[in-house]
């Protein structure tokens, strides 16, 4: 027999996030949340979207706000939103980005490993290191929280990085959190994305049409990476389970958009040109 259940979410009093509906049915499971697309896997991002959207009610207080479903925005004094080279991590004198770091005593050590492979993602390849943090000023304080996410950059101080347990606590998504943290933000807000991809703008529930915003970026002269972690997924916040972002390219069968574990070739050399590292080895 076939039947679709329309699902409503509890409406939240944050500003920026708003009830969304999600229709269930034997094929699909909830629209937006395809288990898996025409290239494999769901991306780091569909991960994130699904944890979000399942604790969109509890995710954080009346002072803060999501933007693009898990880059953290406050109001008030430490407003100031960054974009690449703004927010920096300081670099060290031996050429690395060294960033201090505190876990949660609630991650268990299988959690605890999970997250420190998320955080080797980043570090293979790049200039980037985290340090367990000791005196730090400056550090990411990496909580069990409601949800999967980051604020934008280097803030100054303590700066939360939510990983849920266990929705979040997959190395893609690790990852793609920390990426924001180093001050990238999703690869489909790049002001030139239109060259690249088409929005599919019926498909999108309407109140998450903000999640899609282009924004001036600093491209760092690289091409854009339909591979990035940082892309959203071809299903990205879908009504019907039609796709929401289209490459725009003759072999788009060929093209997965997003990553589920790993940071792609140009995500690595995006960290590098931002922290100005040039070339670095693995170890």
Known sequence: MKWIILLCLVSTSLSSIHTQ???????????????RGEHGERTA??????ANELHASR???????????????????RSKVCFARSCLWNKSVDGR???????STEYTEMETKLIKKGMENVEKGTCVRFVPRTHQEDYIDIQAKSGCWSYL????????????????LQVGVISHELMHALGF??????????????????????????????FRTDNLD??????????YGMYAYSQDGEPTIVPKNSNTKDI?????????????????KLYNCGDMDDN
């Open 45 to 50: 991002m569909d991960e994130i979207i699904k």
């Open 153 to 168: 950059g280097a803030r100054g101080g303590r700066q939360t990085v939510s990983l849920q347990s266990p929705d979040c």
């Open 185 to 214: 933000v999703h690869e489909q807000s790049r002001f030139d994305r239109d060259s690249y991809v088409t929005v599919m703008w019926p498909n999108i529930w309407r109140d998450r049409l903000r999640n899609f915003e282009k």
């Open 97 to 103: 980005v060294y960033i201090a770091y505190r876990l």
């Open 256 to 272: 997965k958009l997003g990553q589920t574990t790993s940071l792609s070739h140009i995500d690595k050399l995006k960290i590098n």
């Open 222 to 231: 690289l091409p854009y990476d339909y591979g990035s972690i940082m892309h």
């Open 21 to 35: 509906k999600f229709f269930f049915s034997p094929k699909w499971g909830p629209i937006g949340f395809k288990e």
């Open 59 to 77: 995710i954080i207080d009346s002072t803060t706000s999501l933007r693009e479903g898990d880059i953290a925005v406050s109001s008030g004094r």
